[in-house]
């Protein structure tokens, strides 16, 4: 039976089957059971402890399981079933005399106390945590042990009743709506000498002692029902060991859950306008009588007086507050009651809006600013912001020397006008408007305005002011632009006349009366489309007076006819209008452009597909090839404006240039030869060595021999020379042969150039000619001073003398038997300081042998010589023929005779023969013949003992 055990995630399903459990029996034969890996923080052991305290009650305590969502339940046994033990912590009954189905208590704290539990001796409990990721089976039973106090049971004192305290939302005798909800306990117990407690709750007028049914638990809230106006009491009913009881009751407690009406608020004034900003407006609260209000700001807004209160019983249910609104636009102010049981109304909003903002006029500029005398003149006026304006000519001030009567156009709309009439006398006048005339939805009325613009009252003539010619025409030509603008073509200041109107005639004309005039203003249409003509404008202008004024302005001609315009020249750029560095650098011009006199040209770079007629920027000056224009790697063209003096123009452009101003880079030049830097004999044969020239494709380069060589093959020269030039193929690569003239330090440099005549900078290529090759090496061997080498010679390797003279110390060798010999050392190596190496060899076989050696130097050149010898390796043969006789006596002789083969030389001699003697024998030695190749040795006995033997060891030969 597990404790608190866990379900445990998946990933450790595995691993807790391999752990057993271990079952422990605990306190009252309670049960807790562990499981290997299992979470300790979710493991709950159960009850710990259950301690009698003074009061009489129990404290249940057990370890707290640190895990959220938890709570603990309480159970006791079921059937009032005691255990068989009176001793504390007794475990004697089954666990199924328990209900776990219905707890008597539940807490989320690690304790409980035993107040409202059936408290009398031997009660078992039992406690369990409940939470979603627990299964909690544990029956850790602890007991209360009073079996003591029934042997004394008629000593018990009976109980005291002391008091029944209302707490929580009860201790003011009422329970509203909100303390309902909360549900707390309502009462607390002072009494002494029980056992036990039982509760109820009951309407006032019962007797407590008459109420049967009586239950474990505090009452609650929720206990005294939810009746509003219900009047109720809790009744006790306390125990001792005898089973006497004493009955006590709280005071009343009155179930008030009805909230307070709020049923309406209202401001006095839900528009509030600039004159009311400093005055409160009335917030009138109506609802319930008797209850209590609070009046808030939510926006724009402070309470004066009368934030809280009580509803006026006086006049049934109402309140006044006073707020001052303190802003522009929306204000809202919030009411809401609360009774005497505490219930809240919901919260009543009232929303105004403020308008501080008055109507604004302003009066406009006047359509004239000099009038004659009794001359009129009119003022535009603009409203804002009103919806009401009532505009008359009292509301208008007149200020000034001049004396105007007054008349007002359109008086009650926005725009209404003001008009001065009959200004009797020369001076100035202005006006201004009073305050009043237009007010806004809000009631905010407009204020007075400022003085208008002053007008000059005159009773001089008018003359003519400023009749000039304008825009195209300004410079007295039409050309065909400004024709087809078709703007005006003159400007005029009328003041201080009535009307204007215009005419226009030839030059040759005189304005006058007889003239057509018209109050359009002519524009460049009007005057002529023929080229050549010459036209003037008339003006006629009129007073107040009617007095006609009339004037000419200068003479306007036209002239439409574009100029005939050749397309430039281009120069001082390479074949194909390819402009290169060089070029760009020179700053030439770049084009040549004939114009006939009176015209004037202008010139821009353009992208070869950009119009020239479009807006470009054209300056007089001619372009020249650095122009910043030509950029590298675009196509330009010039384009040409050709303009006349009336200031027609036309339009050509050049043919395209394209740019290249990029210098290409310095060609890579390379030759095998040259890896070393040095070319030997070989390497510089009568065609040269080749040299490879590497960079852009389709450029041109050009090879120079600089010191000691020629070109000899390649390019565009035929045979040899100083120079050669060619074309880099379609891989950027050309090849040119090249020949040292003389051994010695050489040069050549190498220039590209790409097609536009960009030239690279020079590639110079060093290299030293070694073109003589080393003194031929001399071979020698002391053991050839005899013309042949012997066995003995030949026995250990034999010394070469290998000499090319001290001018090649330093020069590296190569040594080689050709035939009949091995090299046995130095078969390469470096001449020492006096340009001689020594090498060694051994001969095969006897006979002819030979051998050669090679001298290198730095730059290549190898110079040989041989040597040749002869090889005697086979030694001459001695033979002993049969004696004359096999035996001699004393005094007698005997001859040998001996044969020799492969000598040249023969020189037998007596001590040349070793005798060998056994018994005493001995004898004299001679010698015939001792230098020929058929000797005789001659043995003359001298002692009887016979002769044994003879033995010659050694014939010398040379």
């Known amino acids: 039976?597990?404790?608190?055990?866990?379900?445990?995630?998946?990933?450790?399903?595995?691993?807790?089957?391999?752990?057993?459990?271990?079952?422990?029996?605990?306190?009252?034969?309670?049960?807790?059971?562990?499981?290997?890996?299992?979470?300790?923080?979710?493991?709950?052991?159960?009850?710990?402890?259950?301690?009698?305290?003074?009061?009489?009650?129990?404290?249940?305590?057990?370890?707290?399981?640190?895990?959220?969502?938890?709570?603990?339940?309480?159970?006791?046994?079921?059937?009032?079933?005691?255990?068989?033990?009176?001793?504390v912590g007794a475990n004697a009954s089954a666990e199924s005399s328990y209900n776990f189905a219905s707890p008597i208590g539940k807490t989320s704290d690690s304790f409980f106390v035993s107040d409202n539990l059936l408290l009398k001796s031997n009660t078992c409990f039992v406690v369990r945590a409940k939470h979603s990721e627990l299964v909690d089976t544990n029956f850790k039973e602890l007991c209360t042990g009073h079996s003591s106090r029934a042997a004394n049971i008629s000593n018990v004192s009976p109980p005291i009743f002391n008091s029944l305290t209302l707490i929580n939302g009860a201790a003011d005798g009422k329970l509203n709506a909100l303390e309902m909800s909360a549900d707390q306990p309502t009462v607390a117990l002072d009494a002494l000498s029980f056992m036990y407690a039982r509760f109820a709750v009951a309407a006032q007028s019962v007797n407590c002692s008459a109420i049967e049914s009586y239950g474990v638990g505090i009452p609650r809230a929720s206990d005294f029902g939810g009746i509003d106006g219900t009047r109720s009491k809790v009744c006790v009913k306390l125990f001792n060991l005898t089973g006497a009881p004493v009955y006590g009751e709280s005071e009343v407690v009155t179930v008030a859950t009805l909230l307070p009406v709020l049923s309406s608020v209202q401001l006095s004034n839900v528009v509030v306008n600039s004159s009311m900003k400093t005055s409160p407006l009335s917030l009138t609260l109506n609802g319930s009588s008797g209850s209590s209000y609070k009046?808030?700001?939510?926006?724009?807004?402070?309470?004066?007086?009368?934030?809280?209160?009580?509803?006026?019983?006086?006049?049934?249910?109402?309140?006044?507050?006073?707020?001052?609104?303190?802003?522009?636009?929306?204000?809202?102010?919030?009411?809401?009651?609360?009774?005497?049981?505490?219930?809240?109304s919901s919260e009543t909003i009232a929303t105004g809006q403020a308008d501080f903002v008055a109507p604004t006029i302003s009066i406009g500029q006047p359509n004239f600013s000099v009038i004659p005398v009794n001359g009129s003149v009119s003022f535009p006026l603009t409203i804002s912001g009103a919806v009401l304006t009532e505009l008359v000519p009292a509301s208008v001030n007149l200020s000034g020397s001049s004396s105007c009567a007054?008349?007002?156009?359109?008086?009650?709309?926005?725009?209404?006008?003001?008009?001065?009439?009959?200004?009797?006398?020369?001076?100035?006048?202005?006006?201004?408007?009073?305050?009043?005339?237009?007010?806004?939805?809000?009631?905010?009325?407009?204020?007075?305005?400022?003085?208008?613009?002053?007008?000059?009252?005159?009773?001089?003539?008018?003359?003519?002011?400023?009749?000039?010619?304008?825009?195209?025409?300004?410079?007295?030509?039409?050309?065909?632009?400004?024709?087809?603008?078709?703007?005006?073509?003159?400007?005029?200041?009328?003041?201080?006349?009535?009307?204007?109107?215009y005419s226009v005639i030839d030059s040759a004309g005189s304005c006058g009366a007889y003239n057509v005039y018209s109050p359009s203003v002519p524009l460049a249409a009007n005057i002529s489309t023929t080229d050549g003509s010459s036209k003037v404008v008339c003006v006629k202008l009129v007073n107040s007076l009617g007095t006609s004024t009339y004037a000419a302005s200068p003479s306007i001609v036209v002239d439409k006819t574009a100029p005939v315009v050749?397309?430039?020249?281009?120069?001082?750029?390479?074949?194909?209008?390819?402009?290169?560095?060089?070029?760009?650098?020179?700053?030439?011009?770049?084009?040549?452009?004939?114009?006939?006199?009176?015209?004037?040209?202008?010139?821009?770079?353009?992208?070869?597909s950009v119009q020239c007629s479009s807006a470009l920027s054209y300056s007089p000056a001619v372009p020249t090839t650095g122009h910043p224009g030509f950029v590298n790697g675009t196509n330009k063209v010039v384009c040409v404006k050709l303009s006349d003096a009336a200031g027609n123009s036309a339009y050509s452009f050049s043919s395209a240039i394209s740019t290249d101003t990029q210098v290409p880079l310095a060609p890579v030049v390379s030759a095998a030869v040259l890896s070393d830097t040095l070319v030997n004999i070989a390497e510089n044969p009568a065609g040269g060595f080749?040299?490879?020239?590497?960079?852009?494709a389709g450029a041109s380069f050009t090879l120079t021999c600089a010191t000691n060589c020629s070109v000899v093959s390649g390019g565009t020269v035929a045979g040899g020379g100083a120079s050669t030039t060619g074309s880099l193929n379609a891989?950027?690569?050309?090849?040119?042969?090249?020949?040292?003239?003389?051994?010695?330090?050489?040069?050549?440099?190498?220039?590209?150039?790409?097609?536009?005549?960009?030239?690279?900078?020079?590639?110079?290529?060093?290299?030293?000619?070694?073109?003589?090759?080393?003194?031929?090496?001399?071979?020698?061997?002391?053991?050839?001073?005899?013309?042949?080498?012997?066995?003995?010679?030949?026995?250990?390797?034999?010394?070469?003398?290998?000499?090319?003279?001290?001018?090649?110390?330093?020069?590296?060798?190569?040594?080689?038997?050709?035939?009949?010999?091995?090299?046995?050392?130095?078969?390469?190596?470096?001449?020492?300081?006096?340009?001689?190496?020594?090498?060694?060899?051994?001969?095969?076989?006897?006979?002819?042998?030979?051998?050669?050696?090679?001298?290198?130097?730095?730059?290549?050149?190898?110079?040989?010589?041989?040597?040749?010898?002869?090889?005697?390796?086979?030694?001459?043969?001695?033979?002993?023929?049969?004696?004359?006789?096999?035996?001699?006596?004393?005094?007698?002789?005997?001859?040998?005779?001996?044969?020799?083969?492969?000598?040249?030389?023969?020189?037998?001699?007596?001590?040349?023969?070793?005798?060998?003697?056994?018994?005493?024998?001995?004898?004299?030695?001679?010698?015939?013949?001792?230098?020929?190749?058929?000797?005789?040795?001659?043995?003359?006995?001298?002692?009887?003992?016979?002769?044994?033997?003879?033995?010659?060891?050694?014939?010398?030969?040379?």
């Open 295 to 344: 009046v808030s700001c939510l926006l724009n807004c402070t309470i004066v007086s009368g934030g809280e209160g009580v509803l006026s019983s006086s006049i049934p249910g109402v309140a006044t507050a006073q707020i001052l609104v303190s802003g522009e636009g929306v204000f809202r102010v919030a009411g809401k009651l609360i009774d005497k049981a505490g219930n809240e």
């Open 566 to 608: 050749s397309p430039p020249t281009i120069i001082n750029v390479g074949v194909g209008n390819k402009l290169n560095a060089t070029q760009a650098a020179a700053n030439l011009p770049i084009l040549n452009f004939a114009y006939a006199a009176g015209e004037s040209p202008g010139f821009a770079i353009a992208d070869s």
């Open 731 to 958: 891989t950027g690569s050309a090849s040119v042969n090249v020949k040292a003239t003389n051994s010695g330090a050489f040069a050549f440099n190498t220039v590209q150039t790409d097609s536009y005549g960009n030239a690279s900078t020079a590639t110079n290529t060093t290299g030293t000619a070694v073109l003589s090759a080393p003194t031929a090496p001399t071979l020698s061997m002391t053991a050839l001073a005899d013309t042949f080498i012997s066995i003995s010679e030949n026995a250990s390797p034999v010394n070469v003398s290998v000499s090319s003279g001290a001018s090649a110390s330093g020069l590296s060798y190569t040594f080689s038997c050709t035939s009949n010999c091995e090299v046995k050392s130095g078969a390469t190596g470096t001449l020492n300081a006096s340009g001689t190496a020594t090498p060694t060899v051994q001969v095969y076989t006897g006979g002819t042998f030979a051998m050669s050696a090679t001298v290198t130097d730095a730059a290549g050149n190898i110079s040989s010589g041989t040597l040749s010898g002869t090889a005697d390796l086979t030694a001459p043969v001695v033979s002993i023929g049969s004696p004359t006789a096999t035996a001699i006596t004393a005094s007698g002789s005997v001859s040998f005779p001996i044969t020799i083969t492969g000598s040249s030389t023969v020189n037998l001699l007596q001590t040349n023969v070793n005798t060998t003697y056994t018994g005493g024998v001995s004898c004299t030695v001679a010698v015939t013949n001792g230098t020929t190749a058929s000797p005789t040795v001659l043995l003359q006995a001298q002692h009887l003992p016979l002769l044994r033997h003879l033995q010659l060891f050694r014939l010398p030969h040379l």
């Open 406 to 501: 007054i008349a007002v156009t359109n008086g009650t709309s926005a725009n209404p006008i003001v008009n001065l009439l009959n200004c009797s006398s020369a001076g100035s006048v202005s006006i201004s408007i009073a305050s009043g005339i237009a007010s806004d939805e809000s009631g905010n009325s407009s204020i007075s305005t400022p003085a208008s613009a002053v007008v000059s009252v005159s009773n001089a003539t008018p003359t003519v002011n400023n009749f000039a010619l304008v825009n195209g025409a300004s410079d007295g030509i039409l050309n065909a632009s400004d024709v087809a603008s078709n703007q005006p073509v003159v400007s005029l200041d009328a003041s201080g006349f009535e009307s204007v109107a």
């Open 690 to 696: 080749a040299v490879v020239i590497q960079g852009e």
């Open 1 to 87: 039976m597990a404790s608190g055990s866990v379900k445990p995630p998946r990933i450790l399903s595995f691993f807790l089957s391999l752990f057993f459990q271990i079952q422990l029996l605990v306190g009252c034969g309670g049960l807790i059971a562990t499981t290997g890996f299992e979470e300790p923080s979710l493991s709950f052991s159960g009850i710990r402890s259950l301690k009698e305290r003074p009061d009489g009650s129990w404290l249940l305590e057990w370890e707290p399981i640190q895990v959220v969502n938890l709570t603990y339940e309480v159970f006791t046994r079921q059937g009032g079933s005691e255990p068989t033990s009176s001793a």
